[in-house]
């Protein structure tokens, strides 16, 4: 989450790490993963009972909310 915030990201993300022997090291953060039906994202989702095409949908209406200006076409 604290890489998350750092990069002022919002809706969700994914970073990942690797545990070496000095600790956790920091790899990258993915700010739209798991959009592949193979990937634990989809998966999760479902688990919860939520569709993909509204999980989906659901981050469309918060971009649009964030950025009003795309919606009115200017």
């Not at 915030?5 to 022997?21: L, Q």
């Not at 953060?29 to 959009?35: D, I, M, R, S």
């Not at 039906?37 to 569709?51: D, N, R």
């Amino acid at each position: 989450m604290l890489a998350h915030r750092a990069m002022s990201c919002t809706g969700y993300s994914r970073s990942d790490f690797i545990v070496s022997d000095k600790g956790l090291v920091y790899l990258e953060t993915n700010t739209l993963p798991g959009l592949t039906k193979s990937s634990l994202y989809p998966k999760a989702l479902k688990a919860e009972g939520i569709e993909f095409v509204d999980f989906l949908r659901g981050l469309v209406e918060l971009a649009c909310r964030r950025v009003p200006e795309i919606v009115r076409g200017g």
